[in-house]
């Protein structure tokens, strides 16, 4: 069974931190996506990330896979107020159809001003 | 430029009651995904449908849930004799037939309350 587990599960800091989130699975993903809610709202696709060892930069966010394909991380550089949200890592699931997504738990950012 | 729309937002039911909720996917979209997300967690996959066929329902509950995507209207998630256990935020996602690497457009979600 495919899982992934985030780390941490909630995180509040001070507006201008940093901070990393981690997503890790022990199998592997042909590909991994990271996605934005907020309450009330659906997810929101940030980014996906396809190839081992590949970095993906949004703005104040660096998106990293592992080498092995088999975890994720998120970096966000300089935290602000309206970074505040549930952040979820996905991977397909199983059969090769890649609408299917397993989602880790998410880890819940607060940042306070 | 109308993205997934669900309705009802919100719905209250009492337990044994029937509960449908309705998922428009996004225009030229023929890929449908039903998730459903409990209170501080990820989602979880239920099913996957294209229209008037339902391909993947290995994330449904046997019991009590179905969903169609019949071929002139919405999706429809039909949950009977609901229980406290189905309150949640269910949501639908739509993809186009060339989506890439499995992207998802999400709606904003109907949230089930059962009294």
């Known amino acids: 069974t495919q899982l992934l587990e985030q780390s941490p599960q909630f995180l509040s800091i001070q507006e201008g931190e940093n901070l990393t989130v981690y997503c890790n699975s022990s199998s592997v993903f042909s590909s991994l996506q990271w996605y934005r809610q907020e309450p009330g709202e659906g997810p929101v696709l940030l980014v996906t990330?396809?190839?081992?060892?590949e970095v993906k930069k949004l703005k104040r966010l660096t998106f990293q896979f592992g080498d092995a394909r088999k975890d994720s991380s998120l970096h966000i550089t300089a935290a602000q107020p309206g970074d505040t949200g549930l952040y979820l890592c996905a991977g397909p699931g199983g059969s090769g159809n890649t609408g299917k997504l397993i989602f880790g738990q998410g880890t819940t950012l607060q940042v306070k001003p | 430029n109308a993205g997934v729309m669900q309705n009802p937002r919100h719905l209250v039911r009492r337990r044994g009651q029937e509960a449908r909720l309705r998922c428009s996917p996004m225009?030229?979209?023929?890929?449908v995904y039903w998730y459903r997300q409990l209170p501080e967690e990820g989602l979880k996959f239920m099913v996957y449908l294209q229209k008037e066929n339902i391909i993947d329902e290995s994330g449904m509950p046997k019991e009590r849930f179905s969903a169609e995507f019949p071929k002139e209207g919405p999706s429809i998630l039909r949950i009977q004799q609901v229980v406290r256990g189905d309150s949640a935020a269910y949501f639908c996602a739509s993809s186009g037939t060339g989506h890439k690497s499995g992207e998802l457009f999400f709606g904003e979600g109907s949230r089930l309350t059962v009294l």
């Open positions: 225009k030229g979209h023929s890929h």
């Open positions: 990330v396809v190839t081992g060892g």
